[in-house]
């Protein structure tokens, strides 16, 4: 649907003005953007004064997730490894048992080499766990400063006179 007045845009947001302009609704209308008149865009982001400070809250927000996520992600990570080691250390000593056959040994050394084996293939989905968050970081941070270059440049376009 292509927008080509304000009201049509105010009407799709639910709201009679932009004085009551939420951060939800800031975001869905940052999100209809590619649907507006251009000029319409430009002359509502005019009054939305507001608008380049929530492009930048919102990037303070997702760069706190962003730390809160690989913070508990090491955590995580941490907890995987002591345990497989706390195994492998179980198992150890087992292994100095002096009553122990050789078919016991032999089992106790495949729990060791499986344990590793786990160990390894958690820390592979862990390092494709930390490549899609970087990957979904980076286009939330790229859609929030093109909504602030979208913004800035609205502005400028409109003090200038220029298309």
């Known amino acids: ?11 799709e947001l639910g709201m009679e003005s932009w004085r009551n302009l939420s951060k939800e609704k800031m975001i869905r209308f940052a999100a209809m953007m590619p649907d507006m008149d251009k000029e319409v865009a430009l002359k509502i982001i005019q009054q939305l004064p507001e608008f380049t400070k929530f492009a930048l809250e919102a990037l303070n927000v997702m760069e706190k997730e962003h730390a809160n996520t690989l913070s508990s992600n090491k955590d995580s990570q941490e907890n995987v490894h002591k345990a497989y080691q706390d195994i492998r250390d179980i198992l150890k000593g087992e292994l100095k048992h002096e009553n122990i056959s050789s078919e016991e040994k032999k089992y106790i050394l495949e729990l060791i080499m499986e344990t590793g084996k786990k160990e390894a ?9 930390l490549g899609g968050l970087f990957q979904s970081a980076a286009v939330g941070v790229g859609a929030v400063l093109l909504s602030a270059v979208v913004f800035v440049g609205g502005k400028f376009l409109l003090q200038n006179g220029k298309d």
């Open 1 to 11: 649907m292509k927008f080509e007045n304000e009201g049509e845009i105010l009407k």
């Open 121 to 129: 293939e958690k820390d592979s989905e862990n390092k494709q766990f």
